[in-house]
């Protein structure tokens, strides 16, 4: 029963996220008290995604270590920068618009892009691979690039970003590795598998939760916010775009380009809009809340463009 409701909210993946933003705008009032379970849930759905992850993947792909190193530059280079540039350029005065569009691309890559290289043949022990890395490197670079970057325009405590990703990302994603190894891979079809759609369901919690906690500025249905909305789909579009790009320019297998579309071009939104709720004023959060409408949406569209283009390539 789990496995067939595992695949049902697979297939769900691209309503889930926006459904849950309208349920915890409307009902904000109900949901907002409920923000200290944020971080719990979230820490168990790392967990839960990391079961299927081991350190032999890693040892494989550091061997042939370019596509990782591509994935890693789209990630933490090329896309903060677009994002900051798009943003001073879009909001030249709204220091907090700027830096919810920054945290929205140097938050680490997502773990649900995993369901979308695996469901598109990609080369899963490289995503595996990509999302431990990045994961590992996230309480370093992620409040490093915000403090570089736009550090003198909005106030942040660093080491409570650093800690908070490092308990819901870091810790559960090397815990939920390292039973993998112990159990040899047995963990991902038995303990994981049943796991799997209660994780699913933890994504929509979170997501409502966390989008009522911004729900007065989402329900301010002014120019700005439309505005707001369609940089942030033009940066979310222009990350699947850079990453299906530079993966052609390399000449990478199908199976690569299809690992560095998603890895690339998803992120741990969910995880951005928690450090934003919990570290941040509300105005940060917003952009965020507004990318998880976007992201699994732009994943499915993308990964049908993808699967088209590769079946005309072949005929």
Known sequence: MLYVLNKKLEKLMPVITPSAVVIGVFFAHYLSSFTYIVPWVFAFMTFSGSLSSNFNSLQRTLKFPLPLLTALLILHIIMPLWAFGMGSIAFPSDGMTVTGLLLAMVIPT???????????????????????????LSPFIVPA???????????????????????????????????????????????GRRLSPFSKIGIGVVVAINSSAVAPYLLDLSWKLF??????????????????????????????????????????????AVIAVQYFP?????????????????ASLFGFLFQRQEIKMKA
């Open 227 to 272: 505005f707001i909305a369609f940089v942030v789909l033009f940066v979310a579009i222009s990350g699947f775009t850079i990453a299906w790009l530079l993966g052609t320019l390399l000449k990478q297998s199908r199976e690569t380009k299809a690992s560095l579309l998603f890895t690339g071009g998803m992120r741990n939104i969910s995880a951005g």
């Open 145 to 191: 690039s915000l403090s570089m970057i736009v550090g003198q325009k909005v106030e942040m405590n660093s080491w409570s970003i650093m800690s908070g990703l490092l308990w819901m990302v870091v810790i559960p994603s090397l815990t939920g590795m390292l039973c993998n190894h112990l159990t040899k891979g047995s963990i991902k079809d038995t303990v």
């Open 282 to 298: 509300a105005a940060v959060a917003v952009p965020v809340v507004i990318g998880m409408l976007f992201q699994q949406v732009l």
């Open 110 to 136: 997502g773990i649900t892009s995993f369901v979308w290289v695996t469901i598109y043949k990609g080369n899963i022990g490289l995503a595996l691979s990509i999302i431990l890395v990045d994961t590992i």
